[in-house]
């Protein structure tokens, strides 16, 4: 057992059971498995301490075990990349935290995470800050068809003006896509942009019976801002985004 | 209730769907830095996750971000009509910038630099590790009758 550990997947309901063929992180896929303590469980499986892990193929096997799991069952991430001595640790893991397990099980009971993610369309998104800001229009003009080098000062004040925009235009979508599917889910968070062209970025928390309401929401949001932004809509996932009141300090 | 892992509009609507099998981006996105932490006390520690280290965020306020929205506005082009739902937003572009119209359309065409490279860039660092990503599909535990 010293030069293999268990990489810890997520934290479940004890009458979880992992399929014959679910595959877990590692080259080839490693067997998952189960460790119970109690009415509470851990998906597991076995990894060697040697084997570098965080190829693409082992974040979406972490990610596909985790949202099949979310499907049928509540389930805790659990930080990718955790790995524990053995079945030992895991036991006590699940005891030394149970109560906080138990609870938060509970919560994402019937629950799922879904992420909307929007991208301005550059064109669009351009053209409107400009018509609302006459000076980096007028900016715009100085420097359009010049050489970086002969006009950086300029491009970097246009550039500062659409950027500052860009952001109030980003956080406006934002607190109106949270409004607009706030009657359908119990719980949201505002992500980070993950690139400058970022229009929304939001996780919900949904309950399985109003999942349709809630994407058909979601579809009205898009439908208005057709031509402006490209949304897409992540899920259902495990509550990724909601499990981080529930961590544990070091 | 299946994994959705169809990307690209569905039935023709407005919104588009991805799950899991999106793309590599969205997986690094939505699991990493995530999830409980576990107690020092029971974790012998963590293996080597080279991905970790990738920052998949752009830090948005910087003289690279600005230089970019400035090349954008290179690239945006005067003639086509404002569309749809737009109308109202786009309203009229100034005079300053109508005036350079003229003779820029062999630089608006040149400009080939792609923003929003998140995805490429990911790809490329993590290049030499991608070949068994076999995007295979697969069960998920069931829960056990009760």
Do not use: C, W
């Amino acid at each position: 057992m010293a030069d293999n550990g268990l990489f810890v997947y997520g934290i479940v309901p004890s009458d979880v059971e992992p399929t014959s063929d679910a595959e877990g992180v590692g080259d080839p896929p490693a067997e998952v498995t189960v460790v119970r303590r109690g009415d509470l469980a851990a998906l597991v499986s076995e990894v060697g301490l040697g084997e570098p892990l965080g190829r693409p193929a082992d974040l979406t096997a972490y990610q596909e075990l985790l949202d099949g799991t979310a499907a049928v069952a509540p389930v805790l991430p659990v930080r990718f990349g955790t790995v524990v001595t053995g079945p030992d640790a895991v036991a006590d893991l699940l005891d030394a935290h149970h109560d906080r397990f138990a609870e938060a099980l509970d919560e994402y009971e019937g629950r799922l995470q879904y992420t909307l993610h929007g991208r301005f369309d550059e064109q669009a998104l351009i053209r409107a800050v400009l018509a609302d800001n006459p000076a980096a229009a007028e900016l715009a003009g100085q420097v359009r068809g010049r050489p970086e080098q002969a006009s950086r000062e300029q491009r970097i004040r246009l550039g500062e003006i659409i950027s500052q925009a860009v952001e109030l235009r980003r956080e406006t979508e934002n607190r109106e896509l949270v409004d607009a599917l706030a009657g359908t889910s119990v719980a949201n968070a505002v992500r980070p942009p993950s690139s400058e062209l970022d229009s929304v970025h939001v996780a919900f928390l949904v309950d399985g019976d109003r999942e349709d309401e809630f994407v058909d929401a979601a579809e009205e949001f898009a439908r208005q801002r057709i031509g402006l932004m490209r949304l897409r809509l992540l899920g259902p996932l495990a509550p990724y985004d909601f499990v981080s009141a529930h961590q544990l300090a070091g | 209730m299946s994994v959705a892992a169809n990307a690209g509009p569905a039935d023709g609507g407005a919104l588009e769907r991805g799950g899991a099998t999106s793309g590599l981006a969205d997986v690094v996105e939505t699991v990493l830095d995530k999830g409980v932490v576990i107690d020092a006390q029971v974790t012998v520690g963590v293996v080597g996750i080279p991905l970790v280290e990738i920052n998949a965020r752009v830090v948005v306020s910087s003289i690279e971000t600005y230089l970019k929205f400035a090349e954008m506005t290179d690239r945006l082009d005067l003639s086509a009509d404002a569309e749809g739902g737009l109308a109202g937003l786009v309203g009229e572009v100034t005079g300053a910038a109508r005036e350079v119209t003229a003779g820029l359309g062999d630089t608006v065409g040149g400009a080939t630099r792609q923003v929003g490279g998140t995805a490429r860039e990911l790809g490329r660092t993590t290049g030499d590790v991608v070949d068994d990503a076999t995007g295979a599909v697969r069960d998920r535990p069931r829960r056990r009758e009760r």
